[in-house]
């Protein structure tokens, strides 16, 4: 029989329970600035590995580590100048940074690799969570391995319920997509593994170095490559199609296909007519996007066609989460 989950509002006493339960080696969804995260103690080996089974994710496929002061970066990595001065510039915030592993993560949190990715959350429901704990919190999204991930308690209800003890609920993510990852291990040669919230302008002007975008590798199997990176990934049932824009190229909509926009279409309507911000402003195409991915799924639609979001910045993490999401 599957364990009843539980959904906790962030009181001081849900919290401190919480608290107890993660350094009692518990699972807890945590709600982040990102997307809803599913944490355990970063420092026990046995607890993160339930985070695997939980997500039926391969162990592979290595765990972003939380942290509430930057104190606490140099008990678990090695930073360097050029991280302590993005981690001052944009935590808390939703940058992860990798860099050299210390001993005291054990090598289930990195899938045996040397490095480690770490970030700093501002959820301050997170925040307070992370400070009660005391302990450092290894968390990927909290949605069953390959599926959308949750921008709402709810939506790790629905892909989890059952699966874990507890929830914990602070509201929808006010950004939506997962975090920048940045590998800042060599300074000078700074690489962006996945596009998020802080652009790779931001991250260049505050390193004063280009940084480069590794071309993606198709293979979805290979043995060292985190999910982040899969082509397929983030994915919907539904089958997708993706569209440099909507505005001229839609004679008529056929009525079994949803249709989604990013700002409000003049004079189309339907029920299978969406947009994904009233306006188009791409923060908010970001907060809703997965949301809208799940909601086109439940109606059983038999394609989803959606915008492209246009120039660069927040527009690429965008592009990268909808690519990801149509990859067949
Ligand atoms: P998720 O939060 O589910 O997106 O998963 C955490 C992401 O962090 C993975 O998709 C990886 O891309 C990335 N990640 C974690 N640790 C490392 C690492 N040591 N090196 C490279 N990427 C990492
Ligand atoms: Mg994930």
Same mark, same amino acid.
């Given at each position: ?7 906790? %509002? ?6 401190? &329970? ?8 518990? $699972? +807890? ?5 990102? /997307? ?7 420092? =026990? ?5 339930? #985070? ?17 002061? #930057? ?22 915030? @939703? $940058? ?8 005291? /993560? @054990? ?6 690799? @040397? *490095?480690?990715? /770490?970030?700093?959350?501002?959820? @301050? ?9 005391? +302990?450092?919190?290894?968390?990927? *999204? ?6 959308? *991930? ?5 939506? +790790? ?5 059952? &699966?874990?003890?507890?929830?914990? =609920? ?6 939506? $997509?997962?975090?920048?990852?940045? !590998?800042? &291990? ?62 001229? *190229? +839609?004679?008529?909509?056929?009525? &079994? ?19 994904? =911000? ?25 394609? #989803? ?10 527009? !690429?993490?965008?592009? =990268? ?6 990859? %067949?």
């Amino acid at each position: 029989m599957p364990s009843p989950t539980r959904t906790y %509002r962030g009181t001081p006493r849900n919290l401190a &329970r919480l608290a107890r339960r993660l350094r009692a080696g518990e $699972l +807890v969804a945590v709600p982040t600035e990102t /997307v809803y995260g599913l944490a355990a103690n970063a420092l =026990d080996a046995t607890a993160c590995r339930r #985070i695997y089974q939980a997500k039926g994710r391969p162990s592979r496929d290595p765990l972003i580590v939380h942290i509430h002061s #930057i104190k606490q970066l140099a008990s678990i990595a090695v930073p360097n100048e050029a991280a302590l001065r993005l981690a001052r510039r944009f935590w808390p915030g @939703p $940058l992860t940074l990798i860099l050299p592993k210390r001993t005291t /993560v @054990p090598d289930v949190v990195s899938a045996g690799l @040397p *490095s480690v990715a /770490v970030r700093m959350p501002s959820h @301050p429901l997170f925040r307070r969570l992370l400070r009660l704990t005391g +302990v450092p919190l290894a968390a990927p *999204s909290a949605n069953p391995f390959g599926y959308v *991930s949750p921008t709402s308690a709810a939506h +790790v209800r629905a892909g989890l319920g059952g &699966r874990i003890p507890s929830i914990l =609920d602070g509201g929808p993510s006010r950004i939506g $997509l997962e975090s920048t990852i940045i !590998d800042i &291990r060599r300074p000078r040669a700074p690489r962006l593994l996945r596009p998020g919230a802080i652009t790779l302008a931001a991250l260049e002007l505050a390193l004063g170095v280009k940084v480069r975008v590794p071309r993606k590798k198709a293979a979805a199997t290979s043995a060292q490559l985190a999910p982040g990176q899969l082509a397929r990934h983030y994915s919907p049932h539904t089958p997708i199609t993706l569209h440099a824009s909507l505005a001229r *190229s +839609v004679p008529h909509l056929a009525p &079994r296909e949803a249709w989604v926009f990013l700002a409000r279409p003049r004079g189309r309507t339907g029920r299978n007519v969406f947009w994904l =911000d009233a306006t188009g402003r791409l923060d908010g195409v970001a907060r809703q996007l997965f949301h809208m991915l799940r909601q086109l799924d439940a109606h059983r639609f038999e394609r #989803i066609h959606i915008e492209l979001a246009p120039g660069s910045g927040l527009a !690429d993490a965008i592009n =990268d989460r909808l690519r990801r999401a149509a990859a %067949r």
